[in-house]
Each structure stands twice: as C-alpha cells, then as structure tokens.
C-alpha cells in the first residue's frame, strides 16, 4: 500500500509554510485530509486547494474509510496507528487528523520522501 507519486507539487510558492496542510496547534500537529474513498488503489493524489488529498479503496460505510485513512498514514508514515486519530469530519470527506510521536521537522521529512516518490 506504498502511495504513488502525487499528481500536485505540495509546496506553496507563496507561503513559508512547504506544506499547507499541516497545522501546528496547541493541541497538536494536525493534517487537512479530503479522501476520495471507493478508488482503485490507495495513493496520495497530491495537495488541492492546501488540502491533502488520498484516494482509498475503502468505502465510505460503517467508518471504513476512517479506519483505512489511520491505516494508510501509519504505514506511508512510518508510524503507530495508535499515533492517529480523526479530531473532525468523522462522517465527511474533509477530515482533520491528529498526529501524535512526531514533530512538525519529522512529519514534512516524511511527506518529502512520499512527494518524491520514495517510500
């Protein structure tokens, strides 16, 4: 379940920010996910409008899709799925994920390795 090289350059011209849709809270480190679920394989499909976008084959039924979202940034990411959790959009294709046992240095070296076509 390696993710494909994305089809959209992740980095903002503009902004300081290389990856807009990470956050970094009081709470924590959150990512800006919009899913596509039913597709014919699980890849990141690049950054759209400063939102992550991952296609999965899961449906979006009975919070599969949410449980192959945890599972598909675990294993692309490198770490625990206990590291996870969907903090909004439970019942949406916009979703808002906590990410916990990395720093913000650590998550973007690991989506640099995913947009280059790495891992």
Known sequence: MNPEKPTANPK???SSNSY????????????????????????????HGGVLKIRLTAPPVEGEANRAIIDFL???LGLKKSSFSIDTGLKSRGKRVRVGDVTR???????????????
């Open 12 to 14: 903002s011209s503009n």
């Open 20 to 47: 807009p849709f990470i956050s970094s809270t009081p709470k924590g480190l959150f990512i800006t996910i919009r899913v596509q679920p039913r597709a014919s394989k699980n890849r990141v499909d690049g950054v």
């Open 74 to 76: 675990s294993k692309s």
């Open 105 to 119: 240095d650590g998550l973007e070296e690991a989506f640099s390795r995913i947009f280059a076509g790495k891992d």
